[in-house]
């Protein structure tokens, strides 16, 4: 079964940047379509970054040109790299893990994921 582990969550500035990691466990991520999501108390899971099993990668707008996307196949390890963070990003974050091909739409849909990590908290105070 594939396990998720997310870390690098905490509490920064305006401005400021963090680095979240999600280990992966059970099945090799180069073989794999992974995402980051977030999720405010009340709102619907939003979808942030993805990454298909060739390395290509896509941002939601609303992180472009702030947020990256990226894998080490040697750690099985999924990263975003946060910067110049926004109150508005404050949130939880997932991961998630897809071994199927998708399209990128459907990439971006909480949906369409099976497995998941547990969270990591993200606050961005202002």
């Known amino acids: 079964q594939v396990q998720l582990v997310e870390s690098g969550g905490g509490s920064v500035q305006s401005g400021g940047s963090l680095r979240l990691s999600c280990a992966a466990s059970g099945y090799p991520v180069s073989l794999c379509s992974m995402g980051w999501f977030r999720q405010d108390p009340g709102k619907e899971r939003e979808g942030v970054a993805v990454i298909d099993r060739d390395g290509g990668t896509r941002t939601a707008d609303s992180v472009k040109g702030r947020f990256t996307i990226s894998r080490d196949n040697a750690k099985n390890t999924l990263y975003l790299q946060m910067n110049s963070l926004k109150p508005e990003d404050t949130a939880m974050y997932y991961c998630?893990?897809?071994?199927?091909?998708?399209?990128?739409?459907?990439?971006?849909?909480?949906?369409?994921?099976?497995?998941w990590g547990q969270g990591t908290q993200v606050t961005v105070s202002a």
């Open positions: 998630a893990l897809i071994r199927s091909r998708l399209s990128w739409w459907s990439l971006f849909s909480p949906t369409a994921y099976p497995d």
